[in-house]
């Protein structure tokens, strides 16, 4: 198949993300991941919530599913298991995925299901005029809240490995190939596989600035010794507890990079298609008829034109 570069991934569609938001480096490294890793745009879905973030798939010339807020992981889930031959990826923030979506995220963690979920993690609801999301911290006062937060943060890495995820990582929206690496890494991973982004809010978020980053952040592989990957059953709680004790490190030293990698469990598609013998990767449900009683035979196209309404096709940039 002739490779595509990374121009044919981009969409005419107008941003209206603010000059300088950290969703520009997101969008970039998905692009150039996507270049590399040659994704099919046909057989390639970017499925979001609701919140600034979650306008990405317009901005990406693959399918996309803008959806509600919270339920980017639901969709997603659905997409997913009705061809599982497809590659999805979800784009939520910190907010929508942590907050109202938390129920989804931590469900998708015990599935393993073969999709991989983007964290915007600015630290505020961004959309909504930057009321605190739950990664900030408790006794923060980012400028748009009036008093300071009162509740205590949500750690993604710590709730990423406690649910079950096979790969967690952090990466920082600014450092755009590194962040492309660990994307080509976790969409190659079969598994559930979740990236925890830091990305500044320049409108709403004045402690967590690119300023604030510049001298904390390090990388995890710069440790010759570091080792995230689970080669053997017996090595998995031990580097879980690993990950979870370099997961609470946040203060004059942040790191960002691959925290955790078990290659090792079976993907939720493939414990169905164990279960059911008439749940198939070669067959799948979305390439199915369904027949009801009195009703006629209902097949792909018919579910095609169905759908036929709510497509919105937009041109390459
Ligand atoms: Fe980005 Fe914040 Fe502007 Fe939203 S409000 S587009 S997160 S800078």
Do not use: M
């Given at each position: 198949m002739a490779s595509r570069g990374v121009a044919s991934y981009r969409t005419e569609v107008w941003s209206d993300w603010c000059p300088g938001c950290g969703d520009f480096g997101i969008l970039a490294a998905m692009q150039k991941a996507f270049a590399e890793l040659n994704l099919d745009p046909a057989t390639t879905v970017v499925v979001s919530g609701i919140?600034?973030?979650?306008?990405?798939p317009h901005f990406l010339n693959v399918n996309g599913v803008h959806t509600l807020h919270g339920r980017g992981i639901a969709f997603a889930t659905g997409i997913k298991l009705a061809n599982p031959n497809l590659t999805v990826v979800i784009n939520g923030g910190d907010g929508d995925l942590l907050g109202i979506g938390v129920a989804h995220f931590v469900a998708l963690g015990r599935r393993n299901l073969d999709v991989t979920v983007i964290i915007h993690n600015n630290q505020v609801y961004g959309l909504t005029k930057g009321q605190a999301s739950p990664t900030l911290r408790k006794g923060e006062q980012v400028k748009?809240?009036?008093?300071?937060?009162l509740q205590d943060a949500v750690n993604p890495i710590a709730l990423a490995i406690a649910s079950g995820y096979t790969f967690v990582a952090r990466a920082y929206s600014l450092w755009v190939d590194h962040l492309k690496e660990i994307l080509k890494a976790a969409i190659s991973h079969k598994g559930s596989a979740v990236i925890d982004v830091l990305q500044p809010c320049i409108t709403y978020n004045d402690i967590y600035t690119a300023e604030f980053y510049k001298d904390r952040l390090y990388k995890l592989e710069d440790d010759p010794e570091w080792d995230p990957v689970v080669r053997d059953p017996g090595e998995e709680e031990e580097k879980k507890a690993t990950a979870l004790k370099k997961a609470e490190e946040w203060g004059t030293r942040i790191p960002v990079g691959v925290f955790y990698v078990n290659p090792l469990k079976d993907t939720y598609e493939d414990r169905l298609a164990k279960r059911n013998?008439?749940?198939?990767?070669?067959?799948?449900p979305a390439f199915q008829s369904i027949y009801s009683e009195g009703s006629s035979l209902v097949g792909p196209e018919e579910f095609r034109k169905l759908f036929d309404r709510f497509i919105v096709k937009v041109s390459r940039r």
């Open positions: 919140g600034c973030s979650s306008k990405t748009s809240l009036p008093v300071p937060n013998p008439a749940y198939s990767r070669e067959n799948p």
